[in-house]
């Protein structure tokens, strides 16, 4: 079974560009989820998708922030226009709604972005 | 609200030695406990989840954790530490409810030293 698949894996950009980061879930996941990981820190939510729609973005900067998963299936995350704070790694993971796996995520790579 | 604090930013033991890695919890609500480990430049990996079952744990290379209620702790060990071990471990509690958010703690860093 294929794992969850995220690109690119680094990134390095200047503040005020804008970054796009993608995510494939693995096959049949219903949810999907978006972590940032700050060096030192553990990850912090900044999105929940089941399916197609947003269960949690509470802690997305939505002036800067956003995501979509059309189709339900793969996502993209972007920041637009970059802060230096914003440098972190972006973690994708996705999970089952039900069945043995449900309280389960399963993380990508992650993308490490740096922004000078 | 659901919070984690793991004790001790970093923890170094000798190859062989017993590992102990801690973790507290709050949690307004009945809680789903996790461990996940983190190698460098990679994601992160499931060690073991408590979800209402057994209180004792076991996980993948060793590992294994212990639900203490009372104590709002579910503590990492491992007999007998290995080179391969040295990682970053995290610690995570979500809701019960389907398919529910990780809230981690800061994370601890395992130094093995020969």
């Known amino acids: 079974e294929a794992g969850v698949a995220q690109s690119p894996r680094y990134k390095i950009i200047e503040k005020r560009q804008s970054v796009a980061f993608w995510c494939n879930p693995i096959s049949g996941h219903a949810t999907l989820y978006w972590y940032q990981q700050i060096l030192g820190q553990g990850p912090k939510l900044l999105i929940q998708f089941q399916n197609n729609g947003v269960v949690d973005d509470s802690q997305l900067p939505k002036d800067r922030f956003s995501a979509e998963r059309l189709k339900g299936v793969d996502s993209t995350l972007k920041i637009q226009p970059a802060k230096l704070e914003d440098s972190a790694v972006y973690l994708c993971?996705?999970?089952?709604?039900?069945?043995?796996?449900?309280?389960?995520?399963?993380f990508g790579p992650g993308t490490r972005l740096t922004v000078l | 609200a659901q919070s984690v604090t793991q004790l001790g930013s970093h923890v170094s033991v000798s190859e062989g030695a017993l590992v102990l890695l801690r973790c507290n919890y709050s949690?307004?609500?009945?809680?789903?406990l996790f461990w996940y480990v983190q190698y460098p430049n990679q994601g992160l990996q499931l060690l073991l989840k408590?979800?209402?079952?057994?209180?004792l744990v076991k996980g993948i290379n060793g590992f294994e954790a212990e639900f203490k209620k009372s104590e709002t702790s579910f503590h990492l060990t491992k007999p007998s530490a290995h080179m391969s071990d040295a990682a970053e471990y995290f610690c995570?509690?979500?809701?019960?409810?389907?398919?529910?958010?990780?809230?981690f703690g800061q994370g601890t860093r395992l130094t093995i030293n020969p």
């Open positions: 993971a996705s999970s089952p709604i039900r069945g043995q796996g449900a309280h389960e995520q399963f």
């Open positions: 995570a509690v979500s809701k019960i409810q389907g398919a529910q958010k990780l809230v």
């Open positions: 408590y979800t209402s079952a057994a209180t």
């Open positions: 949690s307004s609500v009945p809680p789903y």
